[in-house]
């Protein structure tokens, strides 16, 4: 079966008090949304903005409980996860921001950044240490010499390469990038795209590719979700959505 299966998911926000609570009873951020990725797959979703993505990456993180539907990972409904198994689960399901900067801690170096994940399972010794950071930033094609840098100390692709290799920290299945681009120049867009495919054909991860842009999204899906006031308007193959006439 699918690596990652999303069954009619529907989140409703509560909107306001008093009357307005009557009126506009709720917010119908995400509707009956379904759909699946196999393992290695890349589904990208597409959408203006207020469309309801990042609800559904954060429904897919489980950050936020859904009003309806269900999320089931290799087959295993993650509702009905104990907070430990949860948290197992989670190891497997890495997400990659928009803004790495806001997420990465300002005060730790590049290396504490990459290898904190795996320090909140296991001690790791200075060694061990640097050897995994050196190798994460390898993957994502930076020098080991950046290990000691600050956020700060780093360009906005940098840090987004960095922001990517703590999320392989963990080796996980399936990595859900929230705009992982979109803040970033285009030239720089480009090597991030680049190295986000690179690493899909090397590790074999699965990619949630959640973006406004379409044309960034033509260069790294297999296929493509597009979703609009809530709901999938339409799922085809990246080929089909992007066919020359
Ligand atoms: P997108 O990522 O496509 O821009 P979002 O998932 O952020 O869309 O938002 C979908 C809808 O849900 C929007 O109308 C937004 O205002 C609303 N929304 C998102 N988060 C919340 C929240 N925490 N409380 C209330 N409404 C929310
Ligand atoms: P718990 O809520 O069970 O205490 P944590 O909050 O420590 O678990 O997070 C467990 C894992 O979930 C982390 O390894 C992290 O990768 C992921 N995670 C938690 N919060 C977020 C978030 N806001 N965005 C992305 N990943 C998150």
């Known amino acids: 079966g699918p690596l990652l299966k999303v069954e009619n998911l ?21 509707e009956d949304v379904s759909f699946s990725v196999e393992a290695g797959e890349t589904l990208c979703i597409v959408g203006e903005s207020g469309c309801g993505k990042s609800t559904v990456a954060r429904l897919l993180m ?39 900067y806001s997420s990465l801690n300002p005060r730790l170096t590049a290396g504490q950044i990459i290898t904190e994940p795996v320090e909140n399972f296991e001690r790791l010794s200075r060694k061990q240490r640097n ?15 950046m290990m ?7 360009s906005g692709g940098q840090r987004q390469r960095l922001g990517i290799a703590r999320a392989l920290a963990l080796q996980p299945s399936l990595i859900i990038a929230d705009e992982a681009v979109s803040a970033l120049d285009v030239s720089v867009q480009a090597q991030i795209l680049n190295l986000l495919l690179d ?27 597009v979703m609009y006031l809530g709901r999938i308007v339409e799922l085809a193959q990246c080929e089909a959505l992007f066919a020359k006439p």
């Open 199 to 225: 690493l899909q054909q090397q590790l074999g991860i699965a990619f949630v590719f959640i973006s406004h842009d379409l044309s960034v999204v033509e260069h790294i899906g297999h296929r493509v979700a």
């Open 10 to 30: 529907t989140k409703h926000y509560p909107l306001g008090t008093g009357f307005l609570k009557k009126t506009i009873p709720v917010i119908r951020a995400v």
């Open 62 to 100: 489980r950050l936020v409980e859904p009003t309806g539907g269900r999320v089931l990972i290799d087959g295993t409904d993650i509702a009905g996860l104990k907070k430990h198994a949860l948290h197992a689960w989670r190891r497997r399901m890495q997400m990659v921001f928009q803004d790495p």
């Open 148 to 154: 000691h840098r600050l956020p700060s100390e780093l």
């Open 131 to 145: 050897a995994l950071a050196a190798d994460l930033l390898q993957k994502v094609g930076m020098s080991p010499e």
